[in-house]
């Protein structure tokens, strides 16, 4: 099997939206329930999230290579989507920064602890929504059914909408 940046990519950028996600979810699941170890799992979620984030990026520059080259991919569209995620990466690296100061601020029990948690839940919220719209815009590189422009316009059921 042969893997070149493309298909790391593909395996790889899909790691920091379920991760943000699934965190957030965690990370209010242990607010509700009270529990101190399924916030701290949500906070290791949110550190994987930022790892993972820089290795996407990464691997999407090397994919943009050679993506690039093939017929009826829009440079304007990869621009766009890679100007997305080098936003959507320093968002969740601040994101995994932030868990790493809550792991050790509740670790220390300081009073500020339960600040951080509510500060990430919705931060956390934020970024969710910037790697989602990332993705939004990585989908429309390969995928013309995302652009106005890829499908003819039709209605419910195939029906076209025409006058």
Do not use: C
């Amino acid at each position: 099997m042969d893997i070149n940046a493309a298909h790391l990519h593909l395996m790889v950028n899909h790691v920091p939206i379920l991760a943000t996600f699934f965190s957030m979810a965690i990370l209010a699941w242990g607010m509700v329930v009270h529990q101190q170890a399924i916030k701290k799992v949500a906070l290791v979620g949110f550190i994987l999230a930022g790892l993972t984030a820089v290795i996407a990026v990464q691997s999407g520059e090397r994919a943009e290579d050679i993506v690039e080259s093939v017929p009826g991919v829009s440079e304007e569209v990869i621009h766009d989507h890679e100007e997305a995620a080098e936003t959507a990466q320093w968002l969740t690296i601040i994101l995994g920064v932030s868990a790493i100061v809550g792991l050790f601020m509740m670790s220390k029990q300081t009073r500020y602890s339960k600040h951080i948690i509510w500060f990430l839940l919705i931060y956390s919220l934020a970024v969710g929504s910037m790697l989602a719209y990332t993705a939004y815009l990585g989908g429309k590189i390969m995928h013309p059914e995302l652009t106005n422009d890829g499908l003819p316009s039709q209605g419910v059921e195939g029906e076209n909408n025409e006058d």
